[in-house]
């Protein structure tokens, strides 16, 4: 799958399982290791198996005992291990640091973490429970504090934490989650977390949850699995949404009384996070065999790890001094996917994570899954523009921005403006408002640059949460070409501004508004939510003369704003009429994409695969189009109409042989000859170049 920021494309896969929250940073271990027999580790020290996973199953130890222990205490720091333990095995944190650690608990196995301080460790639910069988896997935490860390699913895990502190983590929860009878999660603090469900809310009990985002859905039927409605106590302040419903399908939210005993765990400073330096094998310590019941030696932990191939990061130049003041910052985004249909746009929720380094001085940046050249090379230049701002990063960290759907590719440069808010909201602590989304590429001089598939990406925009919208300057015109395909509605949906520069960015994504434009653009949402109440009195609403007092007045707070420029423009019959030069080839295109890709084909292969009611569809769209393009386009236009009606003819009356199939490619070689050159004379053409920007 891939989607790209400029052009891309994007297939809707069903997914019938519970989506693994696998971290950018944890590698999977090439080998295992086996615990022979029980063992204590009370050294300190810092302790790590990079490449082996360390595997605590009776049924593997020596003697075959009916239960096996590992036990870390006395605070060892353990780090770059992957431990799985299995029905029967035991194993035991007290006191303990942890840092890239993976923990995988299956069914009968028992995992217990007791005063820890741990970052980045995994919860993984690779365990194949299923969420039903007996005994279930079990993850204890108890007075520990958790930062930057993954759980796959409570349930799924066995996981139950309680007077526990999560920081900056990422937690998932099916419907089983939601259905358990006992709460995972109890009398804990958790803040700036994404939740990925609304399960994770329903499995968690007198919690307090500050700064949070929520990205499931409380819908009508919430908890319909569920065999008679359910009470859940919690505090909820979080970033969003602002505010939990008072009850959702058979769900009922209920705030707590007093969050007095979970203000101890708010207050506590934060624990000194491990190292991460590799430290010692872990081999040398415990008994350990291989999966030929052969002793592992210490040659075997000397040996380099093995690696996978990993995201370029840039670093950092120079450093600054301080810290960052955020070290996880979100903001939205805009993508297009290129469907079957056409384009189509939508929101998606970026975020920064900026984590201590394992080691060196320098910072450093990147994705944290496999991107385009294009979007690389956009990084590249909002981290010079970034550093050159600050006068350079703060040292020892690692940067990673993502995407909500980091599973699918990506490409494209229009989210470097994206990217530059999310650095700045890091290093100066700043939070973006929830309800804005930018697009736009950017150079190192902070100048905004045009992008493609805005219409798109507008369009995608007013079906979300957001209100406020910014796109390239460069783009003003894909705005008013949304006026002329769509009507004033999209414009009234949504308020679209031109950014020319990042301040242009940073002022408009910024809460604290100046006041003028704050109180226009809360004018301009009140008079928003009365016309989308019904969506036919528009029009009529908008021509009364207090619409266009509110318009103008937010068009003289920020004359930068398209909405209110073009629907005025729209009210004084000064609007365009006609679609601009790239709009009306996109839009020819995206109306006749069959009939496009058909051109390049023979007119067997185009009689074999495509279909008589597809062609008519297409064909019907472009003669309805026709009149709202540049009249540059239309010779372009005729000839995919001429090629398509002859295509379309030997589709609903094939022929294969004799003059008339000679006739029929005859014609079908003219007609698409035709096309090609119009497009090619359109793409010549100097001024057209000119408004292209080719």
Request: hydrophobic content about 40%; glycine content about 8%.
């Amino acid at each position: 799958m891939k989607v790209q920021f400029f052009l891309g494309c994007l297939f809707l896969l069903p997914i019938f399982q519970l989506s693994a929250l696998t971290p950018s940073w944890y590698q999977h271990p090439v080998d295992e290791l086996r615990l022979w027999k029980s063992q204590t580790v009370t050294a300190g020290g810092i302790y790590s198996s990079p490449t082996e996973k360390i595997v605590v199953n009776p049924a593997m130890a020596a003697e075959r005992p009916q239960f096996l222990e590992l036990v870390f205490e006395k605070e060892p720091h353990i780090t770059a291990t992957t431990f799985e333990v299995a029905a029967g095995g035991r194993l035991i944190f007290r006191n303990c640091r942890l840092n890239r650690v993976c923990l995988i608990c299956q069914p009968g196995g028992e995992i217990r973490l007791e005063g820890c301080a741990m970052m980045q460790v995994y919860f993984s639910a690779n365990n194949g429970y299923g969420g039903t069988a007996k005994p279930a896997p079990k993850i204890v935490l108890e007075e520990s504090a958790v930062h930057f860390s993954a759980i796959d699913s409570p349930m799924m895990t066995g996981l139950t934490a309680k007077n526990c502190k999560f920081i900056s983590c990422e937690l998932n929860a099916t419907e089983k989650d939601g259905a358990n009878t006992v709460s995972s999660i109890s009398q804990c603090y958790l803040a700036e977390c994404k939740l990925h469900a609304a399960e994770v809310l329903m499995c968690s009990s007198n919690c307090w949850f500050y700064h949070c985002i929520c990205l499931g859905e409380f819908p009508s039927d919430l908890g319909s699995y569920l065999p008679k409605p359910v009470l859940v106590q919690l505090e909820w302040n979080g970033l969003n949404p602002p505010s939990l419903p008072t009850q959702a399908g058979k769900v009922h939210f209920q705030g707590l009384k007093s969050i007095e005993a979970l203000l101890g765990l708010a207050r506590a400073a934060p624990e000194a996070a491990s190292s991460g330096a590799p430290g010692r094998h872990l081999m040398e310590f415990l008994t350990l065999v291989d999966a030929e019941g052969k002793k592992a030696s210490a040659v075997q932990a000397s040996r380099p790890p093995s690696r996978t191939p990993t995201e370029t990061a840039i670093t950092s130049f120079v450093s600054a001094s301080g810290a960052f003041k955020s070290r996880q910052t979100n903001v939205n985004g805009l993508l297009i996917a290129q469907l079957a249909g056409g384009e189509a746009g939508q929101v998606t929720r970026m975020s920064l994570t900026a984590l201590p380094s394992l080691g060196g001085s320098s910072s450093t940046l990147k994705f944290n899954q496999s991107v385009g050249k294009d979007m690389e090379k956009a990084l590249n230049e909002v981290s010079k523009f970034s550093q050159l701002r600050h006068s350079g990063w703060p040292a020892g960290h690692q940067m990673e921005i993502g995407f909500e759907d980091k599973y699918v590719a990506k490409d494209g440069p229009s989210a470097a403006v994206a990217c530059a808010l999310l650095l700045e909201a890091a290093i100066t602590g700043k939070k973006w408002d929830p309800v804005f989304a930018v697009t736009g590429d950017m150079n190192a001089d902070g100048s905004v640059q045009p992008i493609g598939g805005v219409q798109a990406k507008i369009r995608g925009a007013t079906k979300g949460a957001c209100k406020i919208v910014g796109v390239p300057v460069k783009n003003e015109k894909a705005v008013a070409d949304i006026l002329v395909m769509d009507g004033p509605a999209p414009l009234v949906g949504i308020t679209i501004f031109g950014i020319k520069t990042f301040e242009d960015a940073m002022l408009l994504s910024d809460p604290e508004r100046p006041q003028a434009l704050q109180n226009a653009l809360t004018d301009f949402d009140n008079m928003r939510t009365v016309m989308m109440r019904d969506p036919r009195q528009i029009v009529p609403l908008l021509r009364t003369p207090q619409a266009a007092q509110r318009l103008q007045t937010l068009l003289a707070a920020a004359p930068n704003c398209y909405s209110a420029k073009y629907l005025l423009l729209y009210l004084q019959g000064r609007a365009p009429r006609t679609l601009s030069i790239g709009g009306s080839i996109e839009a020819a295109q995206n109306s006749a994409d069959s009939i496009v890709a058909a051109i390049d084909h023979d007119v067997d292969t185009n009689m074999s695969s495509l279909k008589g009611d597809e062609l008519g569809s297409s064909l019907n769209k472009l003669r309805n189009l026709r009149p709202l393009l540049d009249q540059r386009v239309w010779p372009y236009v005729d000839g995919l109409i001429s090629y398509g009606e002859v295509i379309r003819g030997s589709v609903l009356n094939p022929v294969r042989s004799g003059a008339r199939y000679s006739d029929l490619v005859t014609k079908a070689n003219l007609a698409a000859g035709s096309a090609k050159a119009a497009y090619t004379k359109l793409l010549g053409d100097v001024q057209v170049r000119e408004e292209l920007g080719l």
